[in-house]
């Protein structure tokens, strides 16, 4: 079997929380459900046909954290905290 390399920088926790995403100033936050989440970044499940390249994710504890898009499969995605 074939391992894959991790490159995450920090160690990712498996959750199934629901945050929100903010595209923009002013914008109304959309729905979505965070699956992991590690001190660099998080997984995310929303259906969106456009997902800009920064956003900002508002986590249902803590603040709100800035996000770049790192990649896309369908309607899962990961994104670096930029913040």
């Known amino acids: 079997m074939l391992a ?3 490159r995450r920088k920090s160690e990712r926790r498996l959750c199934r929380s629901l945050a929100r995403i903010q595209f923009g100033t002013g914008s109304l936050p959309r729905d979505c459900t965070i699956t992991d989440i590690s001190d660099g ?3 995310v499940i929303a259906e969106y046909v456009d997902l800009p390249s920064e956003f900002t994710i508002i986590l249902s504890e803590g ?3 800035q996000c770049r898009l790192a ?3 369908g309607c899962e995605f990961g994104a670096q ?3």
């Open 4 to 6: 894959i390399a991790n």
């Open 63 to 65: 603040r709100p954290r």
């Open 71 to 73: 990649w896309r499969i």
């Open 81 to 83: 905290f930029v913040d």
């Open 41 to 43: 970044g998080v997984k």
